[in-house]
């Protein structure tokens, strides 16, 4: 079992930026692809993008795509998400979370579904 715990969410103004930070431990880090999602009040879960396990290859969903850039750390177990130019739209509790299966690439399409085991989430707020 693996744990994920977020940090560096907070309140920015538009076109500011952020940098989630998502430390794990307890399983190999660096066989698994890594995942965000957000999720904002009254809406699903929705997929922001992912890594693979050796840090070679990222996918976005489009609204993101641009803005925010996700990297890894596989000496310090950890993987971040940078956000740059935020909207408003953007505000949601952020969430990062570690695939299922080790050494699976990484496409758009991932679900939520896919990843096995999620941290707590963070709170990221833009203001406007």
């Known amino acids: 079992q693996v744990q994920l715990v977020e940090s560096g969410g907070g309140l920015v103004q538009t076109g500011g930026s952020l940098r989630l930070s998502c430390a794990t431990s307890g399983r190999t880090f660096n066989m698994y692809a890594m995942g965000w999602f957000r999720q904002a009040p009254g809406k699903e879960r929705e997929f922001v993008g992912a890594?693979?396990?050796?840090?070679?290859?990222?996918v976005y969903t489009d609204s993101v795509s641009g803005r925010f850039t996700i990297s890894r750390d596989n000496a310090k177990n950890t993987v971040y998400l940078e956000m740059n130019s935020l909207k408003p739209e953007d505000t949601a509790v952020y969430y990062c979370?570690?695939?299922?299966?080790?050494?699976?690439?990484?496409?758009?399409?991932?679900?939520?579904?896919?990843?096995?085991?999620w941290g707590q989430g963070t709170q990221v707020t833009v203001s406007s």
């Open positions: 890594i693979s396990w050796n840090g070679r290859s990222t």
């Open positions: 979370a570690a695939d299922k299966a080790p050494l699976r690439a990484v496409d758009v399409g991932r679900k939520a579904g896919d990843f096995g085991s």
